[in-house]
């Protein structure tokens, strides 16, 4: 019986797959106990067990047991290989081993050689325990990845697709002790730390800044989860994307325009009659061809049966250049919000490119974007003066953030905001985006060398770069085209184990963005609509600057002769003692205790809302008369303001030789007082005047000499005005 129980204990072990693999265990068991109740010897039922065994190991009833798990046959493998005892890895989960398995494949190493690489590359703290098991597979997979990416067609290959993504499913559970995470009846998916780790080791895949919502986009539809038939589609679009680039590229289109600079097709547009474009100079508007490059933007307008020559604007220079969207419609009108609106001083007017389509505007969204990135990469390269192999590779990440919007498109039916794809759009969006920029800009070449050196000699403690990456899909970059040594200088984004410069600068900046997004979604929250509620609103906002200014105008008009003299004495005081700076800085204290005060006291309490009596409702007729009412009093502030512009235009010009004498006296007496006073004086002077007009022993003086100066300002004649009306022969133009 002992015999039969280490048999089916020794089954049970080897056995572990589910309903049918039990079952399968229970009929070799019974099927021992009928050999030994039958008296056979020993030796029979020892030799029966070995049989059993060997025919499931061997996998010879995969037919009853169903189903195996993506791993299962690399795990047998490994377990049979000769030298499975030294290439196990003890610190690695199952999953884990199979990829560092892998990766020794790729690059001809054994696992033993490549631990101790690590351990002579990496410092003590990202070999500390805690992290050794994921920090040395991040070291395998790039030193993999480099070597793999350098294959002609590796995106196309599906063993480079499972690689990948096999990277992220065991990043996730790198360790011996991780907890579980495959499961074989459900399908297999990784979260977004796992791809924002090692998607940007590839850099045509995703990279640093773009990360997340490159998978947020992919995973919308699997509950935030990404699964490998969504990313086995991403790279195939993004295979066919660089095909195409290649193709347009090589064509013979724009071949003489875009031979001095080498230029590189980016996007065409307006060759199907069911998606034309339309460019917009003055009143003139010709349908024809949209070509964007990695320098410009060009336009074919089309003939009869050719195109004409192209029309360039430049994106690459420094000319002021706006780019933004545009509305329009038939005879200058503006209805519909389709086009791309581009101005710079090169021009003599600015250009419309309209992009018509039945609903939407998601073609417009499109180039605007595109366009954006490649002037926006352009100001970047100009802003900090970036010249040889980083102006190459700045390049080269804003063709690789293109190629992977085209392929987002490809397989994406919902609309889709390409800004948060593209690392240049992105960065003018985002809070301390400069900052990031900077970061990216000081990320020395030269200073890298020497890691760069160690990664192409057998090193691997840095992803490969986008300049790299875009040189092994076939495509040259300036410089990198001519020095290939170069070329070699420039590093990836991502180091293994630890957040490199520009990580914590997109970091820092998210999290700011958060708190920017949470902010604005209150704003959005809180506007009203209509005149008359706004105006309660704001009201009810200014109510205590409000009552604030009504105290200080009862004490100037000495309402309370009692208080207003105090607020005279104690003021004249603090000015003749030169106290009026620590006056306000007192008055700041003060406000911040009341915040702090306000804080403490309020922990807790949701209730901040402002309580506003909203005005009774208006009807249509009624909101036109109060909208017309405004205008007219918005109207006449600005005639009265015109009034006292070209009164005070007619002293100084002398028009009224008697005011303008007066005027100039004046202005002589305020000079001198101001020369000549000292500071604090001058100060007290202003204040006695401002707080004493209007006491008991000043009142009667005081109206006296502002009827005077209202006379006085009354006979000043204002400055003649003529009207010119612009030219119909401006107008045509």
């Known amino acids: 019986m002992s015999l039969l129980r280490g048999c089916s204990h020794r089954l049970f072990s080897i056995s572990q797959i589910g309903v049918l693999g039990v079952s399968l265990t229970v009929h070799f068991v019974c099927l021992l106990k009928y050999i030994v109740r039958g008296e056979v010897g020993m030796a029979v039922a020892s030799k029966t067990r070995n049989m059993l065994e060997n025919l499931v190991r061997e996998g010879s009833f995969k037919w009853l047991i169903g189903n195996r798990g993506p791993f299962d046959d690399e795990l047998e493998e490994l377990e049979r290989s000769p030298s499975a005892p030294t290439n196990w890895i003890p610190e690695l989960s199952p999953i884990a081993n199979v990829v560092v398995r892998r990766c020794s494949k790729i690059l001809g190493v054994p696992s033993t050689e490549l631990r101790k690489g690590f351990s002579a590359e990496a410092s003590e703290s990202i070999k500390h325990p805690s992290c050794y098991a994921r920090n040395f597979l991040e070291y395998c997979s790039f ?15 599906k063993r480079f697709r499972h690689l990948t993504y096999d990277m992220m499913l065991a990043w996730e559970a790198p360790a011996s002790d991780s907890q579980p995470l495959l499961n074989l009846n459900e399908d297999l998916s990784v979260g977004i730390e796992a791809f924002s780790r090692i998607a940007p080791s590839v850099p045509i895949i995703a990279n640093v ?12 539809s699997t509950g935030g989860r990404l699964q490998f038939s969504t990313y086995d589609k991403y790279l195939s679009g993004l295979e066919r994307a660089i095909r195409k680039m290649r193709t347009q590229s090589e064509s013979s289109l724009l071949s003489a325009v875009r031979s001095s600079r080498g230029e590189r097709i980016l996007e065409v547009d307006g060759t199907v009659t069911t998606q034309p474009v339309l460019e917009h100079v003055g009143i003139s508007t010709w349908p024809g061809r949209l070509i964007l490059t990695d320098y410009a933007l060009y336009f074919e307008a089309l003939r009869v049966v050719s195109y004409d020559k192209p029309k360039q604007y430049d994106l690459s220079d420094d000319l002021k250049q706006v780019v933004k969207p545009e509305l329009t419609g038939p005879w200058g009108t503006r209805l519909f919000d389709k086009a791309v609106f ?9 250009v419309v490119i309209e992009f018509p389509e039945l609903k939407g505007h998601s073609r417009r969204d499109y180039w605007l974007a595109i366009i954006r990135e490649i002037l926006y990469v352009h100001r970047f390269i100009h802003k900090y003066q970036i010249k040889g192999v980083k102006r190459d590779e700045a390049l080269s990440k804003a063709v690789l953030g293109i190629l992977r919007v085209q392929a987002i498109q490809e397989i994406s039916s919902a609309p889709l905001r390409c800004e948060g794809l593209l690392m240049f759009n992105l960065c003018d969006q985002l809070p301390g985006g400069d900052l990031i920029l900077e970061t990216l800009a000081n990320m020395s070449t ?9 990664s192409k000699s057998g090193g691997g403690m840095y992803s490969i770069s986008a300049l790299d990456m875009i040189s092994n899909l076939g495509f040259a970059f300036g410089t990198s085209s001519n020095n290939s040594a170069e070329a070699g200088l420039a590093v990836g984004e991502v180091t293994v184990g630890q957040l490199t410069s520009l990580e914590k600068s997109v970091k820092e900046s998210k999290n700011n963005y958060e708190k920017v997004a949470q902010a604005q979604a209150t704003v959005d929250g ?7 509620t706004n105006f309660a609103v704001m009201k009810e906002l200014l109510f205590p600057l409000m009552e604030l200014g009504k ?21 004249t005081y603090i000015i003749c003692r030169g106290w009026l700076s620590y006056a306000f800085a007192l008055t700041l204290v003060f406000v911040a205790i009341f915040m702090m005060l306000t804080r403490f006291f309020t922990q807790g309490i949701s209730d901040h809302e402002v309580k506003v009596l909203a005005p009774p409702p208006m009807n249509t007729m009624e909101q036109l008369l109060a909208v017309q009412n405004a205008i007219s009093q918005a109207e006449g502030f600005v005639q009265d303001g015109n009034v006292v512009l070209l009164k005070l235009r007619a002293l100084l010009l002398s028009l009224f030789p008697q005011a303008s004498e007066k005027f100039a006296v004046a202005l002589l007496v305020i000079a001198l007082t ?23 022993i000043r009142k009667t003086s005081t109206e006296r000499l502002m009827r005077r100066l209202r006379e006085w ?12 009306r612009e030219k119909e022969e401006k107008k045509k133009r």
Not at 143 to 157: C, E, F, W
Not at 526 to 532: F, L, M, N, P, T
């Open 143 to 157: 030193r993999a990845l480099a070597l793999s990416t350098q294959v002609t067609g590796h995106l196309a290959d």
């Open 209 to 220: 800044i773009i990360s997340e919502n490159l998978f947020e986009v992919l995973a919308t």
């Open 342 to 350: 581009y101005k710079s001083i090169s021009l003599s007017e600015p």
């Open 446 to 454: 030269v200073s890298e060398l020497n890691r760069s050196n160690s």
């Open 526 to 532: 809180v506007k009203v609509e209509g005149i008359d």
């Open 551 to 571: 105290w200080l105008l009862s004490l100037a008009l000495w309402d309370d002769p009692l208080k207003s003299l105090v607020f005279c004495v104690v003021f």
């Open 674 to 696: 101001l020369a000549f006073l000292p500071g604090k004086y001058v100060v007290l002077l202003i204040f006695l005047e401002a707080f004493t007009r209007y006491s008991p």
């Open 713 to 724: 300002w009354f006979s000043i004649p204002a400055a003649p005005v003529l009207l010119e």
